[in-house]
């Protein structure tokens, strides 16, 4: 019964087209990400400019590995018809985003966890090993960006208080007139790529494991932001010495987190001088 189930819903996913296909596999994943705490705060529109500093920091690095990658294939048979780079690349939106939100030095200030860093290696890595895979990563980011975009950027404005676009540019594609068509032109260009069957299975999984490795940015995100609130509670009750400890080992520590820090040391200090006098 189970295994006439299985087969039934093969066969149905083998009529499909690579667009419906990817859809398909890729529903449960979806609803798992607008569950994240991160995508919550959008929703309720809630979003922190913390929240949201982190969050452009990690997309740089993710959009910077995709990007690259899809440039140095973008005449593989598998990416050709996907490449989209007028219309799509969001490298220099989210340079210039950062920019406005950390100045001209964001480059030593942003900081991104171990998940990010994850993503972006398994980015180079079907990058230079399989190139047809980055179907899959480019199909979950910018059909997720042209989907949600114009609502997620005027939520992040007004949550944030911005009086402008500025910092907003991430969200703006102004060389794609309307998202539905575009869309549509993107998935019938997916549909046209030549596949084997063992490629395309190879596509659909990928395509989850990129939900999936979103996820987890989105948490470590949240993480990272719940260890760095908490320890600036806890510093302000108890003036004792905390060890500022990231989960998910955040690489590039930046000059904020290095404040903080310093910030610690400096309290323990001044209170473990009060203690001993
Ligand atoms: C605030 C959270 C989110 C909301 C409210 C949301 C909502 C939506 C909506 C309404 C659509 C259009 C569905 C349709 O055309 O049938 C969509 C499509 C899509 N979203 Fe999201 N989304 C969210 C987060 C995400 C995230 C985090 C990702 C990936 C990292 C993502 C990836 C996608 C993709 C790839 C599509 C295109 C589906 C397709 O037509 O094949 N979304 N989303």
Do not use: C
């Not at 294939?73 to 340079?95: D, K, Q, T, W």
């Amino acid at each position: 019964m189970e295994t006439e189930k299985k087969t039934q819903a093969t066969a149905e996913l083998t009529d499909m087209d690579l667009s419906e296909q990817i859809k398909k596999v890729t529903k449960d994943s979806h609803v798992r990400a607008e569950k994240t705490e991160l995508m919550m705060s959008f929703q309720r529109g809630q979003v922190t400019l913390s929240q949201y500093k982190l969050l452009l920091s990690s997309l740089y690095e993710i959009y910077q590995a995709l990007e690259e990658e899809m440039d140095r294939n973008s005449n593989h048979p598998g990416v050709a018809p996907i490449y989209f780079p007028a219309e799509l690349a969001r490298l220099e939106s989210i340079e210039k985003d950062l920019e406005f939100f950390y100045g001209q030095d964001w480059r030593e200030k942003i900081v991104v966890p171990a998940a990010t860093k994850r993503y972006s290696h398994r980015l180079r890595q079907i990058g230079r090993e399989n190139p047809e895979l980055l179907l899959a990563h480019a199909y979950t980011r910018y059909l997720g960006d042209l989907s949600g975009g114009q609502v997620l950027g005027r939520i992040a404005q007004k949550s944030m208080g911005l009086k402008s676009n500025e910092g907003l540019s991430f969200f703006a594609f102004p060389g794609v007139s309307s998202p539905n068509l575009f869309k549509q032109l993107y998935r019938s260009r997916m549909n046209s790529v030549e596949l084997t069957e063992e490629q395309r299975n190879a596509v659909l999984e990928e395509a989850v494991r990129s939900f999936e490795f979103n996820i987890q940015v989105f948490d470590d995100l949240q993480k990272m932001l719940s260890v760095t609130e908490n320890q600036l509670q806890s510093s302000s009750t108890h003036s004792k010495s905390v060890t500022l400890q990231i989960p998910g080992a955040a690489t590039n520590m930046s000059s904020l987190l290095r404040m903080v820090l310093g910030l610690f040391v400096a309290l323990a200090t001044v209170s473990m001088g009060i203690y001993v006098f």
